[in-house]
């Protein structure tokens, strides 16, 4: 799933390709919107909020989409070749005289008024990227549940916005700390929260997340997808476990939920060493 400074960047470049220009066509490919007529209006501004995107119209209308897993929006040139998928998988077209917006996969896409976008995303805690990012807040919300595993009260959105499993990774091994160690006895968990935000602020405007300062291949880093290699810091094999507990020290091990498919999601790595603390039930 994307994190929050993807989605952000997807939002500047659709609010720079749509912003302030008439929407000449609007195809909108799901059931619920198929005989929506969109075409006319002027496009606002496009707005992220944590991994939301919320393109306004004019009119007092919200056009809300989601990535998650695998979902994505690509801008055109008209004419230009489409090439983000098949057409079976594209669900938006957003076309002006100048670009054409075009999202694929989108597994969340509904039209509402403007006035009620708090309906989708007044759940969401304070936003690193946005303008109302307030780290007391963020800490407050993941305190309020000091028995909760840090790593998954980083993922919860509703405790700040935007973080995704990359950064859970990478977060809890900047500060030393197991994933699995609850949330209340994390030492400063408000640097934490001023880290999450410096991480999302510094990767925003690139392709891709790096935290080790080393854009590398391979090494841009400090955990995730590092399953089996050394630890960049101390030379310890990363770990790796799915959410159903099971660890693994390659990418081929195991991390999946019993009976069906990985969670790819949900994965965690970390380094034993590094972040010394409870580990999951299998580990060595």
Not at 47 to 54: A, Q, S
Not at 160 to 167: C, W
Not at 227 to 243: E, K, N
């Amino acid at each position: 799933m994307p994190e929050g400074d993807t989605v952000w960047l997807t939002a500047r470049r659709l609010h720079e390709a749509l912003a302030g220009r008439v929407l000449t066509a609007a195809d909108l490919r799901v059931p619920a919107l198929a005989t929506t007529g969109l075409a006319g209006r002027r496009v606002l501004d496009v707005t992220p909020r944590g991994k939301h995107l919320l393109t306004r119209l004019e009119g007092g209308a919200t056009l809300h989409s989601h990535l998650r897993m695998d979902g994505s929006w690509h801008v055109y040139a008209p004419g230009e070749r489409w090439r983000g998928g098949p057409q079976w998988q594209v669900r938006a077209v957003l076309a002006t005289a100048e670009r054409v917006a075009v999202g694929y996969r989108l597994p969340v896409l509904e039209l509402l008024p403007t006035s009620e976008e708090h309906t989708v995303v007044g759940h969401l805690g304070p936003d690193p990227l946005g303008p109302d990012w307030d780290p007391h807040e963020a800490v407050r919300r993941m305190l309020s549940q000091p028995d909760r595993a840090v790593g998954e009260a980083l993922l919860d959105q509703r405790n700040l916005a935007g973080v995704g499993n990359v950064y859970k990774c990478e977060l809890c091994f900047l500060r030393g700390v197991s994933p699995w160690t609850p949330v209340g006895q994390v030492r400063a968990p408000d640097r934490m929260a001023a880290l999450a935000a410096r991480l999302l602020r510094a990767n925003r405007e690139r392709v891709g997340h790096v935290t080790t300062g080393d854009t590398r291949r391979g090494r841009t880093h400090w955990v995730y997808g590092r399953a089996g290699l050394p630890c960049l810091r101390c030379g310890t094999p990363v770990l790796r476990a799915g959410p159903g507990g099971g660890t693994g020290g390659g990418p081929g091990g195991p991390g999946g939920v019993t009976g069906g498919p990985p969670d790819v999601e949900r994965v965690t790595y970390w380094c034993p060493r590094c972040q010394p603390g409870p580990a999951p039930a299998g580990d060595a």
